[in-house]
Each structure stands twice: as structure tokens, then as C-alpha cells.
């Protein structure tokens, strides 16, 4: 139980989407040579999917087409105390039909690494789960956005 100060409160799954929605950086956790690995990604959310922009021929592409990954998002106020933190898993796939790869691109997402970035991963969460933890007299800021 907590005492000390606020409780975290669990996010429905519209709300773990529109605060994923709002920061644009996450984490990829995935596994490379049997072992958990961790890439940094700009990424949208399209239709209730990760959409993330990679070189066709990196480790995350690689380690990424058809595995369960994880993703996370978080935003933090550490002077407050306060913040977010969402956690997806799902099955991670590399987009191939031209006509989804033409619509990925018109998202505008561009990757912050230089070079060529035109191979696209969906990832489509099958489990989506988030705690908000405010600060004392904060309140959600999502409770009345409209849905992603």
C-alpha cells in the first residue's frame, strides 16, 4: 500500500495509447542472440499500432520481423514525482505491401539516425498496460482527449 504519497493509477488501454501518442521516443525490447536487447525509436501510432522507421538491413529489422516484442514510453517528472509509463507486447511485422509502405510514408515519419530509413515494423500490441502516478493535487492530463 502507499502511504508516502500519491498512488499510481492503471490506465484503460485508449489512455495508454493517446500517452504513448504524445511523446513520439520509446524503447523496443526485443531478443538478439538469446539475450534482451533495448533500441531507442522514434516512432507514430497508426490505428492503434507502433509504426517504426528503420534501416532494411539493422538489428532491430532483423530481430524484429515476426517476433514478440515489447514496447515502452514513458514521461517523467522527477522534481514532482509525478509521470506516466506504458508498456506494449505484441507481434512485431515488417509492412511489405506498397500501398501501406506509400500511406507509412505520407505519417511523416522520418528516423533521427542518418541514412536511408525505408523499411517500416508494425508492431500491434496485444497487451497494452500503463500506470499515471500524479503528483499531489495534478490532475490526468488525458481523461478528456479524444481517442487516438
Known amino acids: 500500500m502507499y502511504s508516502d504519497g500519491p498512488v499510481p493509477e492503471q490506465l484503460t488501454r485508449n489512455e495508454c ?14 531478443t538478439r542472440q538469446a539475450l534482451p536487447a533495448v533500441e531507442l ?7 492503434g499500432d507502433i509504426i517504426v ?30 509521470g506516466w509509463s ?13 500501398d501501406e509502405i506509400g500511406r507509412l510514408e505520407q505519417l ?7 541514412g536511408e530509413r525505408e523499411h517500416f515494423i508494425r508492431i500491434s500490441p496485444g497487451i497494452l498496460s500503463g500506470r499515471w502516478l ?12 479524444a481517442h487516438v
Open 17 to 30: 495509447l493517446r500517452f504513448i501518442a504524445s511523446v513520439g521516443v520509446g524503447r523496443v525490447i526485443y
Open 41 to 47: 525509436v522514434n516512432f507514430v501510432i497508426d490505428a
Open 53 to 82: 522507421r528503420t534501416d532494411h538491413s539493422g538489428r532491430l529489422a532483423a530481430a524484429a520481423r515476426g517476433a514478440v516484442v515489447a514496447f515502452e514510453a514513458d514521461s517523467l517528472d522527477i522534481d514532482r514525482h509525478a
Open 86 to 98: 506504458v508498456t506494449a507486447i505484441g507481434p512485431s511485422q515488417e509492412v511489405t505491401d506498397p
Open 108 to 114: 511523416g515519419l522520418s528516423s533521427w539516425v542518418p
Open 134 to 145: 500524479s503528483a499531489y493535487g495534478s490532475e490526468h492530463p488525458h481523461r478528456t482527449t
